[in-house]
């Protein structure tokens, strides 16, 4: 089972996305993902629907695991692409003074 995989509109965009959007997306993905694993960790919850605006899925208490590493692939992606969109006044070159 592919829980918004990497393939999913709003992760990969096209051409027309800016980074910015693409990040925004992402985050709104990383949200959902975080409240179906809070969800799915209350005693009694069974399945939870994730709902990012463009598509539902329902995941289950057998899809956790597969839930948090996919929440930790994403974070990963925000991270880097936080990252290249960084100004350039963020980055730093040392030249030595000699």
Not at 37 to 59: P, W
Request: net charge negative; proline share 5%; hydrophobic share 45%.
């Amino acid at each position: 089972m592919a829980v918004l995989d990497d393939n999913h509109p709003a992760i990969t965009g096209s051409a027309a996305h800016s980074w910015q959007d693409i990040i925004i997306n992402s985050k709104i993905i990383l949200f959902e993902l975080d409240k179906a694993i809070i969800a799915l960790m209350q005693e009694g919850i069974r399945g939870f629907t994730l709902n990012t605006g463009m598509t539902t899925q329902t995941v289950t208490n057998q899809d956790l695991p597969i839930l948090i590493q996919r929440r930790d692939d994403l974070l990963e992606q925000i991270k880097k692409l936080e990252s290249f969109n960084a100004p350039p006044a963020m980055k730093t070159k040392v030249v030595p003074a000699w």
